[in-house]
């Protein structure tokens, strides 16, 4: 159906009329208005008109100003959408689901229909959607199955001053997408049109990605910004979240109404801050009004994160918590106050000794701009630095490219998979360092993705089409060899939430002693198994939950996630039903098959020695194999924080090693 529907030349039947004033609901008519008074509706006309007379347009515009909600409409009123659906990229699943809701609230129709949203693991998109909001990474994957993408007639690569791995990626692909559609017309191709790619970016730089597309014309857009006062701390603070919270509180009982707005680094940190909002709360004086905390990060049901777009009760505050997509991607209505903890959570890779590791690091000057910017919107603000005005004057001017420092194996995966064999003549916007592409190409082939000449193999090119990274993508092939797919899918989901345990700091000890129930001697991957069968043996009660300190609402995602793994694996093929019964150290042995780099040995002082690198690693406390001596460890993840911790352990017996990955530490003795 889908190829009928890509050779289908004919203009699709347009429903994008007017709906009668009659008929326009009250929500309607003030959407309408919403639409009409943002900066950016003066410009309509012209986007247009240089949209359809230029293949590719870069759109500058400050941050709230309606280049996502709004372009993609314009184009769609224009009719730009008549020959293929207009698709919009982002960074972020957060940020694609509410980009779409909103859209869809403004066009009209229910969510899923004419607008719809793909993210990696739920897709409510249809065939008819006109607009389509998406992950980079699910454009990325869509590529290997409609290689011209000729499902689409425009490309907008949002936020594309943030300069992920991914979205430099499709810059480069669509680039040369764009070339191969307008060639095969060239040739006499009635059935093919042409590419429209529109790059959007919130930051002034635009030149740069003009050059990259033929010096493409820069249109910028002008937003609304009140002033906003900056307050810088006069010490250094040892503990951000801490004077986050002091922060907060501060404001709440000292200034006017407004909501606050504080960036911090992760999930983790996220829920934290909420549970000591909602204590200290507590003991506000009864003539303060209360203080309301909205997280919002990526795995929450979608009526939460709905919550922080509605206004808070009259008298109350409320304070959103959130990590960098509070910066451009989402704005949220109604801030006055920024607190910025001045850091960020960020992949860095080391390419000298290939190890990957999730840092908390220095924002840089221009994020440090926009934070400040979002307590500006409706009217002047203030912003509160947690930290000292040198410490900015030190920052970067500007994040440093992903595709420099991070690990790229999907990345080369997916140019293997859609036929561009030399990653290394790729046209880059810019170049990811030689011995970081080698580092990657060699795991890659211990991998067995690719052949002694880097060719793709059949492995390679299944991964390529697994929602998940190579390692995982390894695991689960393995798994069906070893005849465990049923446990590696499910650990794997375990694995794609931050934790499913919850620890309340004021309870800490009742729920480590709870915990104890469900941990395996052999570490955190069978303890998460143990969990998610004690917790199904339960079918999910509540009460239970509570008792034993599990956070449901992550337990639910994790199930989300086994869903739609099990549909994956059934579609390529494999029987997820396959399961290793109570042999589970085949298990683990599965696991070492993608993650053997992931992997350290017990030292004769008692610490662990990365077999990559030879770091020195700690077990991170959450992890149920903190404090004890195994010979072996493999590890799911790798953060600093004060020292290399590993997160997501388990104990090995160091002869699997060379069983697990026998092209890796084969040529490790060499
Ligand atoms: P830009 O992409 O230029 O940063 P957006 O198109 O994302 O701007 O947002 C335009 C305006 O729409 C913002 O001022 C914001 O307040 C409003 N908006 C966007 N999403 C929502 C939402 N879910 N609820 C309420 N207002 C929203
Ligand atoms: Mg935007």
């Not at 993408?149 to 001053?161: G, M, N």
């Not at 860095?348 to 908390?360: D, Q, T």
Request: aromatic share 6%; glycine share 6%.
């Amino acid at each position: 159906r889908q190829l009928q529907h890509q050779n289908d030349s004919r203009p699709r039947k347009l429903i994008n009329k007017e709906p009668t004033t009659e008929a326009m609901t009250l929500k309607a008519k003030e959407l309408k208005k919403h639409r009409i008074s943002l900066p950016i509706y003066t410009a309509r006309d012209i986007i247009i008109k240089e949209v359809k007379e230029n293949p590719c347009v870069v759109i500058v515009g400050e941050t709230g100003s309606g280049k996502t909600t709004q372009i993609p409409q314009y184009l769609l009123e224009s009719g730009l959408a008549a020959h293929g659906t207009i698709s919009v990229t982002q960074p972020r699943r957060v940020a694609a689901i509410n980009l779409a809701r909103r859209v869809a609230e403004e066009v009209g129709t229910p969510l899923g229909q004419k607008v719809g949203y793909s993210i990696r693991f739920d897709d409510s998109s249809s065939k008819d959607s006109l607009i389509k909001y998406m992950t980079d990474g699910i454009m990325l994957r869509e590529l290997l199955s409609d290689r011209l993408l000729l499902r689409y007639s425009v490309i907008i690569l949002d936020e594309a001053h943030e300069r992920t791995l991914r979205t430099d990626i499709l810059f480069g692909m669509v680039k040369g997408i764009q070339k191969q559609r307008q060639d095969l017309i060239d040739r006499g191709r009635k059935d093919i049109q042409p590419l429209k790619i529109v790059i959007m970016s919130a930051t002034l730089d635009a030149e740069k990605f003009s050059e990259y597309f033929y010096g493409a014309k820069i249109m910028y857009i002008s937003g609304r910004q009140f002033p906003v006062k900056i307050l810088n701390t006069v010490e250094p603070q040892s503990d951000y979240v801490d004077s986050a919270l002091v922060t907060a509180f501060q404001i709440h009982q000292c200034e006017a109404p407004g909501d606050i707005l504080i960036f911090l680094t992760g999930q983790e940190e996220i829920e934290n801050m909420e549970k000591l909002i909602e204590e200290y709360a507590i003991d506000l004086p009864p003539t303060v009004g209360k203080l309301i905390p909205c997280p919002i990060f990526a795995a929450q049901d979608t009526i939460t994160q709905q919550k922080i777009f509605e206004p808070a009760p009259h008298g109350t505050r409320k304070v959103i918590l959130a990590t960098n997509i509070a910066e451009t991607s989402i704005t949220i209505p109604n801030i006055r106050y920024v607190i910025d903890t001045g850091c960020h959570k960020s992949r860095g890779y080391n390419a000298k000794i290939g190890i990957e590791s999730l840092l908390v690091e220095p924002i840089s000057k221009s994020s440090a701009r926009q934070r400040m910017g979002r307590a500006g919107r409706e009217a002047a603000g203030l912003c509160f630095r947690l930290y000292t005005e040198d410490s900015f004057d030190q920052l970067e001017e500007d994040a440093i490219p992903e595709i420099k420092r991070c690990n790229l194996e999907s990345a080369i995966l997916s140019l293997k998979a859609t036929g561009i064999d030399d990653v290394t003549r790729f046209d880059f916007m810019d170049r990811p360092s030689k011995s970081g592409l080698l580092r990657s190409l060699e795991h890659l082939y211990a991998l067995e993705a690719l052949d002694d000449e880097g060719k793709l193999t059949d492995i390679g090119t299944k991964m390529a089409a697994f929602p998940v990274d190579p390692p995982y993508a390894k695991v689960l092939l393995q798994s069906d060899k070893m005849e465990c797919t049923k446990e590696a899918i499910e650990i794997i989901s375990l694995l794609s939430v931050d934790t499913i345990f919850a620890a309340p700091s004021s309870k800490r000890e009742e729920a480590n002693e709870a915990r104890q129930k469900f941990t395996s001697l052999d570490g955190d991957h069978l303890t998460l198994l143990n969990t998610l069968r004690a917790y199904e043996s339960v079918k999910g009660d509540r009460d239970w939950c509570r008792e034993n300190f599990i956070n449901s609402r992550h337990m639910r995602h994790v199930l989300d996630v086994r869903k739609q793994l099990i549909q994956f694996a059934e579609r390529s093929g494999m029987d997820p039903k396959k399961t290793c019964g109570h042999d589970l150290e085949i298990v683990l042995k599965c696991f070492l098959a993608g993650f053997f780099q992931n992997t350290a040995l017990l030292q004769p002082d008692g610490t662990y020695k990365s077999i990559l690198g030879g770091l020195t690693v700690s077990v991170h406390p959450s992890s149920s194999l903190f404090g004890k001596k195994r010979e072996a460890i493999m590890y799911d993840e790798l953060v600093f924080t004060t020292k290399h911790f590993v997160r997501g352990v388990s104990a090995l017996e160091s002869n699997w090693l060379s069983q697990a990955a026998p092209k890796y530490f084969g040529q490790r003795r060499a």
